[in-house]
C-alpha cells in the first residue's frame, strides 16, 4: 500500500477545503468537486456561474478542460484517488489515462465525504452551507427527527432543503441538451431530485444499457451524466480491497472502456468521484451506546462514522458536549461546535435557512475510527468494513480525469 493512502491522518484545517482559492495542498478553486460542472459548462460554451464559483471558463482553464461540443461526465461513486491508484493495476483503461500528466492530480470532495453531501455540491456547483445537505442523515428542524438523506425520510423535502438552482437545470434553461443515462429507481428519487434535477432522465435496466445509452446520446451536442454505484456499494459490503470490490473494479473499468470505445468522436470523457473509502477496524469502533459520558447532553446522533453529528438537548450548552467529547476521544476524532465548524470553513458559505441542519457539535474521526451508536443503527450500519467521511486524504482526494475519444 502506498504511504499516501496509508496516511489515514487527519489534514489541518488549512489543507482541506477552500472554495475561494487553491491552498497549499492544492485543493479548492478549481480543484474542487464543486467545479467539476461549471468547468464542463464552459467546454461546451455555455459558461454557468454558482453562487460559489463566478468564472466558469478560468474553472475549465484552470482544470485544463478542452473544449467539445458533446460532453460525458462519469461519477464513480466511493473510488477514491487512492483507491484508484492503488488498484490500477485491474483497470487498464483507468491506467491508461491516470498514466498521462494531466489526469495525475486529484481534486478534493467536500465535507463530509459523503455521497449525499459530494452529490450536491457536484451537482449545484457549491457547498453544503448552501445546498442544506450537510450528511447522510441530519435533523428535520419540523419534527425534530433525523432525516436519512439518501430517501428523504421523516417528511423531509428535498425541494425544500436544496434550493439552490442545479446546474442541469441551468444547462437546460440555455436550451443544451442534457442528459442523465441511470438506474430506472433513481429517475425521480428524492437525492435525484435535490441534487441533480434538470436533465432527461433515461433509464437503463442493467450496466451495458446505460453504457449504451450515455454513448448515444453523445452524437448529439450538450451534456451526458453517468452515475456508477458499485465501488462504493461493494466496498461497504466486503471492503474496498475485498476480492469482490476488485472484480467490481475491473467491471468498472471495462464499462468506461466500452463507453469511450462507443461514444461519438470527439467526444470528451470526465471521470470524477464523490469520495474515497477507507478499511475500518473493528478495535478502534467507538460505540455510544457502550460509553454513556458520550451520550450525556446529546439528543440526536446523526451523520455517520465517520463525521458524527450531535444534536444537543434542549437547554444544553453546545460547548460542554464538545469539551467532553475531546476528552473522552482525545487524539480519536476532532471535535468541533457548529460556530466552530462554520467559521472554520468546512461547509463553505452557510445560508441561514441550514444552520438548523447542521449538528450542534461534530466529530471527525481521525485514522480508521468509526463512532457509531448501536442504539438506533442497524449491526451491519455500524460493522462496515469500510467507511468514508471524515478529512483524511484518503476520504477527500478524489480523480478528475479527461480523455478526449
Not at 189 to 216: C, E, F, V
Not at 334 to 340: A, F, G, L, N, P
Request: proline content about 5%; charged content about 20%; aromatic content about 6%.
Amino acid at each position: 500500500m502506498s504511504d499516501v493512502y496509508s496516511d489515514a491522518e487527519l489534514l489541518s484545517l488549512q489543507d482541506v477545503v477552500n472554495y475561494d482559492a487553491i491552498n497549499s495542498q492544492g485543493r479548492g478553486g478549481a480543484c474542487h468537486l464543486s467545479a467539476v460542472l461549471p468547468a464542463l459548462s464552459a467546454a461546451l460554451g455555455t459558461p454557468v456561474s454558482t453562487a460559489i464559483h463566478n468564472d466558469a471558463e478560468r474553472l475549465r482553464v484552470d482544470l485544463g478542460v478542452p473544449h467539445a461540443s458533446s460532453v460525458i461526465v462519469v461519477l464513480i461513486d466511493g473510488l477514491g484517488f487512492w483507491n484508484l491508484m492503488e488498484r490500477k493495476g485491474h483497470a487498464p483503461y483507468l491506467r491508461s489515462l491516470v498514466n498521462q500528466s494531466h489526469n495525475q492530480q486529484p481534486i478534493s470532495s467536500s465535507f463530509p465525504t459523503t455521497t449525499v453531501a459530494a452529490l450536491s455540491v457536484f451537482g449545484t456547483g457549491t457547498c453544503p452551507g448552501l445546498t442544506g445537505m450537510t450528511g447522510y442523515s441530519q435533523i428535520n428542524p419540523d419534527n425534530g427527527q433525523l432525516s436519512q438523506m439518501i430517501q428523504f425520510s421523516n417528511g423531509a423535502n428535498p425541494e425544500l432543503i436544496q434550493r439552490e438552482p442545479t446546474i442541469f437545470e441551468q444547462l437546460s434553461a440555455q436550451d443544451v441538451r442534457v442528459t442523465t443515462s441511470g438506474f430506472p429507481k433513481f429517475a425521480n428519487s428524492a437525492l435525484t431530485r435535490a441534487a441533480l434535477r434538470g436533465s432527461n432522465y433515461i433509464s437503463g435496466a442493467n450496466p451495458s444499457q446505460r453504457i449504451s445509452t450515455a454513448a448515444r446520446s453523445s452524437f448529439e451536442p450538450g451534456l451526458t451524466y453517468v452515475y456508477i454505484r458499485d465501488a462504493d456499494k461493494m466496498g461497504h459490503q466486503y471492503g474496498w480491497d475485498n476480492e469482490r470490490w476488485i472484480g467490481t473494479f475491473e467491471r468498472v473499468d471495462a464499462q468506461l472502456k466500452s463507453l469511450a470505445k462507443k461514444a461519438a468522436p470527439g467526444t470528451l470523457i470526465a471521470i470524477t468521484a464523490d469520495h474515497g473509502m477507507i478499511a475500518s477496524d473493528s478495535s478502534t469502533r467507538i460505540d455510544i451506546a457502550e460509553r454513556p459520558e458520550l451520550q450525556e447532553g446529546v439528543a440526536l446522533v446523526g451523520g455517520e462514522p465517520r463525521a458524527v453529528s450531535l444534536y444537543v438537548e434542549e437547554g444544553m450548552n453546545p460547548n460542554d458536549v464538545a469539551q467532553r467529547w475531546r476528552h473522552v476521544l482525545e487524539d480519536k476524532a476532532r471535535v468541533y461546535t457548529k460556530d466552530e465548524a462554520i467559521a472554520a470553513g468546512l461547509y463553505g458559505p452557510v445560508h441561514d435557512r441550514v444552520l438548523p441542519y447542521i449538528g450542534d457539535v461534530i466529530a471527525m474521526a481521525s485514522s480508521n475510527v468509526t463512532i457509531v451508536d448501536s442504539r438506533t443503527q442497524s449491526d451491519v450500519a455500524t460493522h462496515l468494513p469500510a467507511v468514508h467521511g471524515s478529512l483524511t486524504r484518503a476520504e477527500l482526494d478524489i480523480p478528475f480525469l479527461l480523455d478526449v475519444v
